[in-house]
């Protein structure tokens, strides 16, 4: 048998930079769609950033009744406490205990009710509690994780590229951090830390992507002086698809092995990490390479960059 | 270019021959790892994998600050009163504390006396008859800073005393205590111990007075409530101190007529002082109080003068035992509260655990089966570049006293995708060179040198979104943020440096006419 990748070209010829319109359009409504989300529908967020209690019960004997549960925790008075099944066996039960309004003391004694609610039937298998003041705390770092990610990450462009790449990067970037929190308020998937986690790992995955085919316009652009700026870009992205979807996939294989094996705690992370990797690839594409053809990218700018310069000179011009 | 010169092959053998030896700890049996050096050492599991409880404790500043005012009060009144300087009253608000003179003639004589007893103040003349004393910032903060520190030690020395392994507990920020308890997987009764300031007090009980009205209480006294059983009954006793729980050396439990107590024993100055308050007060009742709850006010039967003495009360066997503990360990500056738990049960991070290697095999597979026929015998190159890219993770890791959390096996798992992507670069690379024409040296040669850059460039932006994710990110989040950083460290090194020797390897034993892919 031969490689399959004897099958699959060393590089395309899609006219990717000259249907950009439509995937305009897709991406607005995208993007619009993600914000309108956010500011009607809001997340769905998780102890994490909400505060309360979550605890991970398993039951010692039968399967649960949830109804007969939920009634008792009504019963407790310590607000509207969520519960749901996880697994398949039915005896595994994720209650969510609302913030309380006491402050952390109040929280506290929330818990010891339910604890003392669920001591004898069930095994507390996990509790998490986080007062008020830590999950505000955690929701600015979290955001300022992603700010300053995306900051640094235009720096660095800015200063290997130009500064229009940086502006391409930091676009695409924003395109891929808001899709992706559109996803979890569309759905409704817990918003909590591991969350953040996948998103700052998209954006590290996109700005890779990125920067994978801005390399590769950088270098056409040293060498075909001549070429018009749009012919260029097309060739560069078609040059690199090839790697762009062998890395797709592979890094899709894992986030696959992650989702159908990973269980319940790391599946918002799976979830966000499969979107991201779509969105991710896209953006580089449809976000970050227009804009180097909107933002006057003039060529004898292009400096720095790839040590290699000598094939340059001995490679024809292609056909 | 693609020349390897032998030292260099010797670096890359040295490097994967650490790498095993680093990795052993994880998969040798304890006893042989323990007899090595101690940085010879397996992974460590994070908490939500081996179970535990992470409890995250904030010291009260501001009620630090209420109580260095109050001294600060009570002092300067002392002070007024010894050199008999009459006020028309003092009053402490914010973090100052105004004095108001009957006689505006004594305004000098007053500012003399109070800089001489409170050190370091600030004093302001509001008025001919008015000074204001201010605590500087710089002394509260400094109390603030004692205040926590001392925390930190007292529960140190309760945690130590209640006997959990190998607790860490360590400060976070300016205020904050981490406390993380691996197999710990109900921790109410540490949060208890923690959670108490235990300053215990003994006060007289004023005599006669059964008052629950606050307002018609004698002068000089106070109203406390009971504890447990007894929480709705409440005690008139008087303000003062009369021997302080810091004059305390031992405390521990024991049984007297059956009953479960608390023996106690004071150091010298202590003992006499109990001697005398107890000589002076026979037939009158002696307040117990503990965080300004009564526990107990039994009689006094006749003079206590051996220093030692036991505190009866409504106390289970535990209860008396964790009270001991308590006063063994010293009081809280201030009162901690737990503002954040995680605990996981080692049932779940068992699962946790197994779930994990079970997609960490899985997604192995599937790359190492995808690269194998995708690229057969360079695909096979690229999967020793990741074997030897994971071990160099673990090697890392273990000898850096890393943690592994779910999260940062989500992180090896998707490492092993991404990392396979530096290889994908420098193939396709090769691939396309070959098409344009070059020669098979010439193809490998530069779709090595070409990739480079590209791989330099996209491995560090997304190393700094790594770090940031480290900095900023709290708990498991860190962990994964680790594995992530190495991670990237550690690919980069097997893509280029491992991937290129196989290759070199390969393309010298044989007359290569053409790339096998």
Redesign the interface.
């Known amino acids: 048998m031969k490689p399959i990748l004897r099958y699959m070209p060393h590089e395309f010829s899609f006219d990717i930079v000259g249907v950009r319109f439509a995937a305009y359009v897709f991406t607005a409504v995208l993007v619009v769609g993600s914000i309108v989300s956010m500011a009607t529908r809001g997340f769905n967020f998780g102890i994490d950033f909400a505060g309360g209690v979550l605890m991970e019960v398993r039951s010692k004997e039968q399967v649960v009744d949830l109804a007969k549960l939920r009634s008792a925790f009504h019963d407790l008075e310590i607000g509207d406490v969520q519960l749901s099944t996880i697994g398949d066996s039915g005896k595994d039960v994720v209650i969510r205990i609302p913030q309380q309004a006491g402050g952390d003391v109040a929280q506290n004694a929330a818990l010891k009710k339910a604890q003392g609610l669920i001591a004898d039937g069930y095994d507390i298998r996990r509790t998490d509690v986080v007062g008020p003041k830590v999950g505000g705390e955690l929701i600015i770092s979290g955001a300022l994780a992603v700010a300053l990610a995306i900051i640094a990450i235009a720096i660095y462009v800015w200063f290997r590229f130009e500064w229009q790449f940086a502006l391409g990067t930091v676009l695409a970037l924003c395109h891929d951090v808001l899709t992706t929190l559109g996803i979890f308020s569309i759905f409704h998937i817990d918003f909590d830390l591991t969350a953040v986690a996948a998103i700052l790992t998209i954006a590290g995955y996109s700005v890779n992507d990125s920067v994978v085919v801005y390399d590769r316009v950088r270098e056409m652009l040293r060498k075909y002086k001549k070429m018009p700026l749009p012919e260029l870009l097309n060739s560069a992205v078609n040059k690199v698809l090839p790697r762009t979807l062998l890395t797709v996939f592979t890094v899709l294989l894992t986030v696959i092995a992650l989702l159908l094996l990973g269980g319940s705690a790391l599946r918002p992370f799976s979830i966000a990490l499969l979107w991201g990797l779509f969105v991710g690839t896209f953006s580089s594409i449809r976000v970050g390479l227009p804009v180097l053809l909107y933002f006057d990218l003039r060529r004898d700018e292009v400096t720095g960059g790839s040590v290699v310069t000598e094939t340059a000179s001995k490679k024809p011009q292609p056909a | 270019m693609l020349h390897f010169t032998p030292a260099k092959i010797l670096f890359i053998c040295a490097v994967g021959l650490m790498t095993i030896f680093f990795c052993l700890p994880n998969v040798l049996p304890a006893n042989i790892v323990k007899a090595g050096p101690s940085w010879w050492r397996p992974m460590q599991l994070g908490l939500d994998l081996r179970g535990g409880s992470y409890l ?1 404790l ?1 010291v009260d500043t501001s009620a630090v600050v209420k109580e260095q005012l109050a001294d600060l009060e009570e002092t300067i009144r002392n002070g007024m009163r010894d050199q008999k300087i009459s006020t028309r009253g003092l009053r402490a608000a914010d973090s100052a504390v105004t004095v108001t003179l009957v006689n505006a003639s004594d305004r000098a004589a007053a500012r003399t006396e109070i800089l001489k007893i409170s050190t370091g103040m600030e004093l302001e003349n509001l008025a001919e008859d008015r000074i204001k004393v201010t605590i500087p910032e710089k002394l509260q903060r400094e109390r603030q800073l004692a205040a926590v520190s001392q925390s930190l030690e007292i529960v140190r020395r309760r945690i130590d005393e209640f006997g959990t392994s190998e607790p860490s507990i360590q400060l976070q920020g300016r205020e904050r205590i981490i406390v993380e308890l691996p197999g710990v ?2 921790p ?1 009764r540490i ?1 208890n111990l923690i959670g108490q300031t235990a300053k215990l007090n003994f006060h007289l009980v004023e005599p006669g007075a059964i008052g629950t009205d606050p307002r018609d209480l004698p002068p000089g006294t106070l109203l406390l409530p009971g504890t447990g059983e007894a929480a709705n009954q409440s005690y008139v006793v008087r303000r003062r101190v009369e021997v302080a729980g810091e004059r305390l050396v031992d405390a521990q439990p024991s049984f007297q007529n059956g009953m479960p107590v608390v023996s106690f024993r004071f150091d010298t100055a202590g003992g006499r002082r109990f001697g005398q308050v107890t000589t002076n007060n026979v037939g009158n009742r002696l307040a117990i109080v503990l965080d300004n709850k009564v526990i107990s006010a039994p009689n006094i039967q006749g003079p206590i003068v051996g220093g030692s003495g036991i505190i009866t009360g409504n106390f289970s066997v535990e209860s008396a035992k964790d009270l001991s503990l308590l006063l063994r360990a010293g009081a809280l500056p201030a009162p901690l ?9 080692a ?2 991070g068992a ?2 655990i197994q ?2 290697a ?3 095999i ?2 192995g597979a ?2 190492i089966i ?2 194998v ?4 015998t360079f ?1 096979l190159f690229a999967v020793v570049g990741q074997i030897f890219h994971m071990g160099t993770l673990f090697a890392t890791l273990s000898v850096m006293g890393g943690t592994l959390t ?2 940062g096996i ?2 090896c ?2 490492s ?3 990392a ?2 530096a290889n ?2 420098i193939y ?1 690379r090769m ?2 060179e070959l ?3 070059k020669s098979l040296l010439n193809s490998i040669t ?1 779709g090595f ?2 990739a ?3 791989i330099i ?6 190393l ?3 770090v ?2 480290f ?7 860190r962990g ?2 680790v594995t ?1 950083s190495v991670g990237i460290l550690t690919s980069i090194f097997s893509a280029v440096m491992v991937t290129r020797l196989q290759v070199w390897l390969w393309y010298r034993n044989g007359k290569r006419k053409e790339l ?2």
Request: net charge negative.
């Open positions: 995250l904030e997987d109900n109410e949060k509260l737990v503002i954040e738990e995680r605990t996981v049960g049932g779940l699962d946790s779930k994990g079970s997609a960490a899985l997604g599937l790359v995808f690269m026929i995708a690229y057969h695909g779910l999260p989500a992180g798992v998707l092993l995708g991404m396979v992507d994908v670069l396709e691939r396309e098409a344009s024409g530069s040198s070409h480079y850059a590209t460039d996209s491995n560090l932006t997304n700094i979104s790594a940031l994710l900095l900023l990110g709290a708990g498991p989040v994964f943020a992530l096998p892919i």
